[in-house]
């Protein structure tokens, strides 16, 4: 059996070396490090893909969820809402930008933010929510957008762990992930579903004037060569990455096919054991390839038997990589903790810390690594 590791970059790029190279020597050769044509090709390439307007790309999907709250205006003290169970990024460019971060609790089954506590937390301070579709799943936008518009507030899709996901509304109308919300943004982080060989992000949007203000923002606040209209950051894609990048693209759809087929094996190995709990897939219920509403950036289960940080051990101990998504939720981090908080509110995110843990994922997985994987698993909770 290959060594199993918790993501396979090396064994991805061995199957795309050659164009990948090809892709890469482009750059070289014409020496279009910065900006150039294939940063151009990819950004239209992802246009067409998710089927929206404008897609800015940008540094890494922290800068770009700074440029998006930077675009759309917020200011210093308004309150901008987000999930208590995400990673850092997200609460901490609102911190960084005087934002008010204002966090929620999650709902047990999908890790996304819970609708009830999202509408409890608005107060006439809101301006902002910000919607992280965890793991890979999209969280419930049809409640998200029915609430911004009825109070007035723009949604920021924090789409760094669901690229290529879709979303079907209850209409029947399906969109792209990330394309729902005033704006949306990613990440191509190495390990992120669409990833480069570095770092890499992108914001989208189908509003015109905000893409105008965005794609000002990301290059020092010019819009005219040497004429500096509001501040901006200096936030680009790497030329090298978009080669990578532009080569990946038309491969997502199919990397989404092989992480949800680990899944379904995952899925149906543990579905009888009462101390596991497989996660839950919003839309259809179950893991199908047609509405591809979860495209499992993690894998994810909840041990409920309290030995979840012994079966972490017992797995390391077998060779198995895994890893606890997120050990401490964000209202507790030292950074981020404040008064406002009240423990009662984040009872979800309280017990998933004490009962997740995140297999390995990615597009390599073959079936014997699957059965060892799950056999050890099981062999150990009973
Ligand atoms: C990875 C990630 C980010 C940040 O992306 P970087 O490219 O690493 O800056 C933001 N939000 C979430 C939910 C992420 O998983």
Redesign the pocket.
């Known amino acids: 059996m290959k060594k199993i590791q918790m993501v396979d970059l090396q064994g991805q790029y061995q199957h795309i070396k050659e164009t990948v190279d090809v892709s890469i020597q482009e750059v070289l050769n014409t020496s279009a490090y910065i900006n150039g044509p294939l940063v151009h090709e990819f950004q239209a390439d992802l246009e067409k893909y998710l089927d929206v307007k404008h897609v800015i790309p940008c540094a890494?999907?922290?800068?770009a969820?700074q440029i998006a709250m930077m675009g759309l205006g917020l200011e210093q003290g308004d309150e901008v809402i987000t999930a208590d169970f995400?990673?850092a990024?997200?609460v901490e460019v609102i911190a960084l930008l005087k934002l008010t971060p204002v966090l929620v609790d999650v709902e047990a089954d999908t890790f996304n933010m819970d609708i009830d506590a999202l509408k409890r937390a608005i107060t006439p301070k809101t301006k902002a929510i910000v919607p992280?579709h965890?793991f890979g799943q999209v969280a419930n936008m049809d409640a998200v957008m029915e609430i911004a518009a009825a109070h007035n507030l723009y949604v920021i899709e924090?789409n760094?762990?669901a690229i290529g996901a879709n979303y079907t509304s209850k209409d029947g109308t399906k969109k792209k992930a990330g394309t729902i919300g005033n704006v949306g943004t990613t990440?191509?982080?190495p390990s992120?579903n669409l990833g480069c060989y570095g770092?890499g992000?992108a914001i989208f949007t189908n509003d015109d004037a905000l893409a105008h203000t965005i794609r000002g923002i990301v290059n020092h606040g010019m819009y005219t060569r040497y004429y500096h209209d509001v501040v901006g950051v200096n936030s680009r894609l790497d030329a090298i990455q978009a080669a990578v990048l532009k080569v990946k693209l038309p491969l997502l759809d199919s990397y989404c096919n092989a992480r949800r087929n680990a899944a379904r094996f995952y899925n149906n190995a543990f579905a009888k054991n009462t101390h596991i709990i497989t996660p839950t897939t919003s839309a259809c219920g179950e893991i199908c390839d047609t509405c591809d509403c979860h495209v499992f950036h993690q894998y994810t289960l909840q041990i409920t038997n309290g030995k979840r940080d012994e079966l972490h051990k017992h797995l390391l101990e077998n060779n198995i990589p895994n890893a606890i998504y997120y050990p401490v939720p964000l209202h507790a981090q030292k950074a981020y903790k404040d008064e406002r908080y009240n423990e009662d509110d984040f009872k979800v995110t309280n017990t998933l810390i004490k009962t997740v843990i995140s297999l390995p994922m990615h597009t390599e997985l073959d079936t014997d690594q699957l059965e060892f994987i799950t056999k050890t698993i099981l062999d150990f909770v009973n």
């Open positions: 890494n999907g922290t800068d969820l995400t990673f990024a997200t992280v965890l924090d760094a762990q990440s191509f982080f992120k770092d992000g």
